[in-house]
Nanobody, 118 residues
Framework: QVQLVESGGGLVQAGGSLRLSCATS????????MRWYRQAPGKQRELVAA??????????NYADSVKGRFTISRDNAKNTVYLQMNSLKPEDTAVYYC?????????WGQGTQVTVSS
């Protein structure tokens, strides 16, 4: 059974930092590209950051809105992907979701709320 479990969200003031974690099970983690999405109230879910699988070099990509502030990383020994978020802005407020594809199916975590106060 594939599971993605996010943690690390919370309430932070503008300019602060948070680190989100997504622990996975039921997949061969090193073979999977991993992604972080977010969804703000009344808005569509958007891709925030992605990291390729180990054999592809762990290449990272970011949405323009978070470049230079967010960093995605992976620990293949812990089957966990992280999102380090610095210089947070009120517009970063959203539910953040971990995502991957495995055996031709798409999987999502339950989400973790990030709220940035001004």
């Amino acid at each position: 059974q594939v599971q993605l479990v996010e943690s690390g969200g919370g309430l932070v003031q503008a300019g602060g930092s948070l680190r989100l974690s997504c622990a996975t099970s039921g997949i061969i983690f090193s073979l999977n590209a991993m992604r972080w999405y977010r969804q703000a109230p009344g808005k569509q879910r958007e891709l925030v950051a992605a990291i390729s699988r180990l054999s592809s070099g762990g290449i990272t990509n970011y949405a323009d809105s978070v470049k230079g502030r967010f960093t995605i990383s992976r620990d293949n020994a812990k089957n966990t992907v992280y999102l380090q978020m610095n210089s947070l802005k009120p517009e970063d407020t959203a539910v953040y979701y971990c995502n991957t594809l495995w055996a031709a199916r798409e999987y999502w975590g339950q989400g973790t709320q990030v709220t940035v106060s001004s």
